[in-house]
Structures are given as C-alpha cells and as structure tokens.
C-alpha cells in the first residue's frame, strides 16, 4: 500500500491522464499512466489508461485527425446466445464481434431497459489472463463517465 504522500502523487498522474484522454493526447495519457505504475506496478487504473491509450495510438487516433466515412461490416458468428445471466439479459441481435469479445443489444428484463451486452471469450486465457480481464472492468467502472469510455453497471 502506497503511502498517502505517493498516493497523492498517483492521483494527480492519474487525472492527469484523464485529462490528456479529453484532448485526445493519447501518447501524454500513456506516458502518464506509465509514472504511475512506477509508483504502483499493481494500479488497475493505469493498466486500464495504457490499454485505451495503446489502442488509440495503434488505431492511429489523435486530435488532428479528420473523421473519415468508413463502412463497418459486421459477419454472423456461428451461434449467437439468445440470454445471459439465467435469462435477465435477452438478446435482441448482434451489434459486433472481434478476437476478444462479442457486443449485443440485449434487454434487461430487472431495469427494463436495453443495453450493450459485451461477453468476453475467456476460452484459452489462463488464470492471470482472466484476472487481468477482471481488473479492466473494474478499472473501467470506478472512471466514472467519460466520452471515450464505456460505463460497466454489471459483471459476471
């Protein structure tokens, strides 16, 4: 555990990696998120900030950017869930599916209200793999709202 001098020093690298997010200054977020897990190696928020930060720079993301029309193809996988979650989330189609995880329209029968249902394929990862997936989606729920980030309201 950090003491509360260096956890003050996290948190200050931490908004400002949030704050880079807003400009779109990705490598700023990245490097800052980098301090901090020098600080705290074991700091699911910074892994969380890297991840987003790698992929906007590895999609070639940045403020300049102009936006381009571009046509997204998504293909049928071979079986789609009709329900998660012991029928609570009931799929209405498929929106997408890369190597890592499939997003459907489901609707959630408790709160009565459609939702983005990301199921993660955890096929071949190993206990740290499925751990690593785990502190993502914490991460990624204690950040509150942002432009760039999905919400997570449930996991399982």
């Known amino acids: 555990m950090p003491s509360e001098r260096v956890q003050r020093r996290i948190d200050r690298l931490l908004d400002q990696a949030d704050e880079a997010f807003e400009r779109d200054a990705y490598q700023e977020a990245l490097e800052r998120a980098r301090d901090v897990l020098a600080l705290d ?66 609707r959630d029968s408790v709160l009565d209200r459609d939702v983005a249902f990301g199921l993660i394929k955890t096929d071949g990862l190993d206990d740290i793999g499925r751990e690593r997936v785990l502190r993502e989606a914490q991460a990624m729920g204690r950040m509150g709202t942002h432009p760039c980030i999905m919400p997570i309201y449930d996991l399982g």
């Open 41 to 106: 190696a074991d700091n699911s928020e910074a892994d969380a900030f890297i991840s987003m930060a790698e992929r906007r720079i590895g999609n070639g993301s940045n403020a300049e950017a102009a936006p381009t029309d571009t046509e997204i193809v998504f293909t049928e996988p071979s079986s789609t869930p009709t329900s998660f979650a012991d029928g609570r989330y009931t799929v209405s189609r498929l929106l997408g599916e890369g190597g890592m995880k499939m997003v459907c329209l489901a």
